[in-house]
């Protein structure tokens, strides 16, 4: 059972009814970690608009986000975003559970553009350890066509799964 009382969907109102309709216009069920978050209104109008400008990010893609989601999430042991987004990967994207399993296993297999897949695998050289952050590495990602602000974006990206799967558990909401 979680430690703190979460509001649901049927009876959120307010900043949080409005960072709930997100999911609720795409038909998908409100996330239980967005619903984590509703315990802070103003913090859940803010989760809201940072999964809004990933979502319109101008450069990083829709399968890119999902496998940086997905791949740190399971390096961090956080089955929720794990499963979640291997199914938003199987329906959205198109892969196949065998597809999905194989990055898992070794990420370099991803199923993504040469230049996604080098950002990704970056992504998660450094976050899970970032002393082999390097000028090296990121002056070939930006040899690549990446810019800084898609580097950090990135990143960031992958460092709040970090943080989304410690407050998950510290408050047992996967329970």
């Not at 740190?72 to 999905?100: F, H, R």
Request: hydrophobic letters at 45%.
């Amino acid at each position: 059972m979680p430690l703190l009382k979460v509001v649901s969907p049927e009876n959120a109102d307010g900043k949080i009814k409005e960072a709930y309709s997100f999911f609720e216009k795409m038909g998908a069920s409100v996330p239980l970690p967005m619903q984590m978050v509703s315990t802070s209104p103003d913090l859940l109008a803010i989760h809201s608009q940072t999964l809004q400008y990933f979502v319109n990010h101008p450069t990083l893609s829709f399968p890119l986000l999902a496998h940086i989601r997905l791949l740190v999430a399971d390096k961090e042991d956080y089955p929720y975003c794990v499963k979640l987004n291997e199914g938003m990967l199987q329906m959205m994207g198109g892969l196949t559970k065998e597809q999905i399993d194989a990055a898992k296993v070794d990420p370099e297999k991803v199923q993504l553009p040469a230049k996604d897949k080098a950002l990704l695998l970056h992504v998660l050289k450094v976050i899970q350890d970032p002393a082999l952050s390097v000028q090296k590495d990121v002056d070939a990602l930006r040899g690549l066509g990446w810019t800084d602000r898609d580097i950090f974006d990135a990143i960031n990206h992958g460092l709040s799964m970090v943080s989304a799967g410690m407050a998950f558990k510290i408050f047992h909401m996967g329970k």
